[in-house]
């Protein structure tokens, strides 16, 4: 018996030997068995109550399981980004968890008609029926704990989808603009595989089995992305839409398109690059003229002072010969004395 | 280079049977002088042999050794166009697109009652032969990104210019600025030599 339950137990084994020895002093022949043999369960009297016990342990495991998943799944969701293609194992392994979540469900109804027919059958004490009951409980909170989460990582896997084909959309909306003014009837070869995948998913909506609104959306997605291919308007919508994979027309034009947006994107960072750098420059010319200026002015001002002194030094001049006759007369007159 | 080497436009309504050629244009000159006739024989029986397999309303490429067939078939009317590998697909389509607005537009549904090879002459279709060898005709798309790429080109030349316009402005700047504080000295050694000599 593999009791892994996640459910504490008491060791409840000198009980059930002292109560096998008080019944076997009664006389209980009636007692099948199993009864002497040693185990951990608690109150393992009856190999209809151990059954229900093993059930009860192994969903405990597998929720326990599930939960582990789901925490994968939210690791990965958070992981992912637009160029990680992640998104087929999350996908995956959404539907995994699913189909685990349902297959658990079943079980535990099961559990429950189960405990409910012993109940019937057995006329069991109350605390037996409290136990049960109980139990079962226990196990159907813990399921609805499970789902819970997976909702939760659900809905956080869509935002995250959403946000990343917002960012799509900011870098394609010529695309999906120019698609109804370009694109002309020649998406006949692929309304038949469209169709075909759209019922597909119709169908899937249908027999989606929890009911919620983001399971289903998801399993759409999952769909879509199973059946690889993307058109136009799922395009915008698809993560892995980094590289143009199809040699349809309207791929490649909606590629040659975003060629040439980004082109001119590009284009205009040139522009204001070119822009701030002749800004700049223009700054330096207003230096340069600054500077020239000043130089002009302070040649002016040289050229006014030297002509001044020109002046000056010319009309002196009459002046200065008649001193340096007068000079000249000393000197004579000098050397006449020596001499 | 890329290439178009013939443009057909064949009658397909009574599917099933062999279609109707209405116009032929092809251009041979890569062929020697002695294989022409049989290649336009094999054009024209490989024309048919598209056209008949195209259903309507739906657009095809076929490839043949170094040749693709692309057709578009549209209510019957059928234009086929043979080109080489490296014309891109897309251009060829809308290439075939033009055509065939074209042919309604002139001949309107004349060609519904043709009923033999006539291959009368549309000098429209021989220009289109001519004209769209080069795919950027054809294609608008192409064309545009080939001029913002030459565009873009012409920027980073620009961009080169203004860099070495600024180196320019930066020695013109030292220089200025070397010349006013020379100017300035001069200016002083002026006033000094004025102030000196008055006595003189």
Redesign the interface.
Known sequence: MAAVATSSFRDRTSEFVSLSNTLRRIGGNTLPSPQSQPSNDPSSVTPDRSEFNKNASRIGLRIHQTSQKIDRLSNLTKRSSIFDDRSKENEELSALIKNDITSLNMAISDLQTLQNMEIVERNYSGDRVVHLTAVCDDLKSRLMNVTKQFQDVLTARTKNIKAHENRKQLFSTAISREHPLKK???S??EPPPWSTSSDTSGGNLQSGSSGNGVPAGNQLRRRMATDMNPSSQFEVSMLQQVVPRQ?S?SQ??AA??Q??ES??S??GG??T??AT??A??GE??I??DD??E???S??E???S??L??FN??SS?RWL?IKMFLILILFLAVFIFFVL | MVKITALLVLKCIPEGSDPVILVNASDLSSFGFFQRPSVKEFIIFVGRTVAKRTPP???QSVQNDEYKVHSYNQNGLCVLGFMDDHY???SA?SLL?KVMDEYQKNFGDSWKTVQTDNAQQWPYLSEALTKFQDPAEADK??K??RE??E??II??K??DS??E??EK??S??EK??D??A???M??K???K??QC??I?
């Open positions: 002309p009837p020649n006949v070869t040699e027309i490649g034009r040659a398109l060629n040439v082109t001119i590009e284009l040139i522009f690059h070119l750098m002749v700049e420059q330096l010319a230096r340069i500077d020239m000043e130089s002009l302070n040649v001002g040289a050229r002072a030297l001044k002194y000056k030094m002196n200065m | 309303g739906q657009r891109p697909v897309r389509f697109n798309l192409l545009i990104q913002l790429d565009t873009k920027l980073h620009t961009i203004v860099l316009r600024g402005l930066d013109l700047v200025s600025s010349l006013s020379a100017s300035q001069f200016y050694q002026a006033k030599t004025n000599c008055t003189l």
